[in-house]
């Protein structure tokens, strides 16, 4: 770790923004009433003074597994003000998966809804931690011991170097075991100015914030942007398309993810005069599908903007503020940030050529915590992370994602790209989205098969798919079984979960 002494903590930026903002409003909750950029100096301080009094020293851990609120993101700036390393968890998270990550990260303290408390004592005495409650209108145990401190003169911040590390993210495990993301403050704070000037965040901004706090998405792509541009965040508990419209006519600025667009293009009310305000849509988490795209520019004369990012690296890539946006493309690197598409070896291959994306920047994260083996595998010599998306590259650099390195699916020797089939079919009548996997097969190795969504009431047979796919596709893309599914299984990100669908489908063709 960084033993510098110049402070050059991510707090330290958001302080010296919210420092002159003054009274404007930082936080609008429905219902509870509006937080200025001083209320959230004053409470990161207090927050951070808390975790000081409960034994906190820079550098420990501090797990959250709470409801959205204000107070949630207060004592996210509470840890970086006491140098603390925060690890929120995933509200869906059972206590025994809960009981991994607190052993794994060995937090101080533990924070989490009330109702929860009973379920993870065990969990907090395994890992010597002390257990707090905070519920999503910000009451609960570790509310009372903040208001103990009181308005006294608080400890300053703690100073920290740029590599040390602020945030400690958890993988969201869609194959294997998931792993602690080591993000730094400068990971964040240099990712976070890079989106605030590509994507023209201002001080009159005001930011419609639907998405969950415990993930890259919601935490640091849309919280940091809002907070070091001193911009407004209108911040709803959870996304409801209803609330979203109501509250699109006061906002400037929506994040969200592919699901979102989907069920706000589902209600009668979301049209041009809607969404007139907004002046950027933006997508991410999971890929979007092109047909929702293009219902999206047809109701709202808008095209959203798509990027690429990563719990490793924050945001990669971004459609252009100004310029194309186009429908299947996560757009250019960053101006910081290095990208290369690569083969086995590491070598970049030739524009156009499907292979894994490869980058290097100061955004990408310091390593997996406690794994330094896996960290090294993930590395190459010259400091490039393999991400394991496979991409391909144009003449002009836009990138476009295929699929995961892990999801290619190898069937009589050639390589089959998912991605590449699943937009076929998606574009069927009647599909609301489908996903290719490969599964076990005597002579192939493995066989192609589709689960499609049907849209209801579709009248869609397997043959009418693979019908429609003949002359399409060469014989060796081409799906051996379709199933139909009303729902594709999804992590808490929105992103579809193929290891399920592989395991349900392993013996398809089996004997």
């Not at 990161?44 to 034994?55: F, N, Q, V």
């Not at 990712?191 to 965040?201: D, G, I, S």
């Amino acid at each position: 770790m960084s033993t510098a002494v110049e402070d050059a903590s991510l707090h330290r930026g958001i302080d010296a923004v919210a420092r002159v903002a003054g009274d404007r409003p930082c936080w609008i909750v429905p219902g509870r009433g509006t937080w200025s950029f001083e209320d959230l100096r004053a409470g990161a301080a207090r927050h951070g003074a808390a975790l000081r009094a409960a034994g906190v020293r820079p550098g420990d851990r501090v797990l959250l597994q709470a409801g959205k609120s204000p107070e949630f993101l207060l004592l996210y700036l509470g840890c970086l003000h006491a140098g603390a390393v925060f690890v929120p968890l995933n509200t869906a998270y059972t206590p025994g998966e809960a009981r991994y990550f607190a052993l794994d990260c060995e937090p101080r303290v533990i924070v989490a809804d009330p109702a929860r408390l009973d379920a993870l004592a065990p969990v907090a005495e395994a890992c010597s931690a002390q257990l707090f409650g905070l519920d999503g209108e910000g009451g609960g145990s570790w509310s009372d011991a903040v208001a103990a401190i009181g308005d006294a003169t608080k400890p300053a911040h703690a100073p920290r170097g740029a590599d040390d590390l602020a945030a400690l993210v958890y993988t969201s495990g869609t194959t294997g075991r998931s792993k602690g993301a080591m993000l730094s403050h400068g990971n964040l704070e240099s990712n976070a100015r890079t989106l605030v000037a590509l994507w023209r965040f201002h001080a009159g901004d005001v930011l419609l914030h639907a998405l969950p706090v415990y993930h890259v998405h919601g935490l640091f792509v849309a919280t940091h942007c809002a907070l070091l541009a001193g911009a407004a965040t209108l911040l709803l508990p959870r996304f409801d398309a209803a609330e979203v419209l109501d509250c699109l006519p006061r906002s400037t600025v929506f994040m969200g993810v592919p699901t979102y667009y989907v069920r706000l293009l589902e209600h009668p009310r979301f049209d041009r005069q809607a969404t007139r305000r907004v002046r950027v849509f933006i997508c991410g988490s999971a890929p979007l599908l092109p047909g929702t795209f293009a219902e999206f520019e047809r109701r709202t004369g808008q095209r959203i903007l798509e990027r690429y990012g990563m719990s490793e690296a924050g945001m990669i890539t971004s459609n252009p503020y100004e310029g194309e946006r186009i429908a299947g493309s996560v757009g250019f690197a960053l101006p910081d940030v290095e990208v290369r598409v690569a083969g086995p070896d590491g070598g970049e291959l030739p524009r156009g050529t499907p292979g894994v994306l490869e980058i290097r920047g100061p955004n990408l994260f310091q390593g997996y915590w406690r794994m330094p083996q896996k960290t090294a595998e993930e590395f190459r010599a010259d400091g490039f992370f393999v991400t394991g998306d496979v991409a391909t590259q144009d003449a002009t650099g836009r990138v476009a994602i295929v699929g995961r390195a892990k999801d290619l699916v190898i069937s009589g020797g050639f390589n089959v790209y998912p991605k590449e089939i699943e937009l076929e079919i998606d574009a069927l009548p009647g599909v609301i989205e489908s996903a290719v996997i490969g599964v076990p097969h005597p002579d192939l190795g493995e066989a192609v098969v589709a689960v499609v969504a049907r849209a209801a009431g579709a009248v869609l047979a397997e043959r009418d798919v693979l019908a429609a796919l003949q002359g399409r596709l060469a014989r060796f893309k081409q799906p051996k079984r379709v199933y139909f599914v009303d729902d594709l299984p999804r992590n808490a990100m929105g992103k579809v979960q193929k290891v399920r669908l592989r395991e349900q489908y392993a013996a398809t063709f089996a004997g």
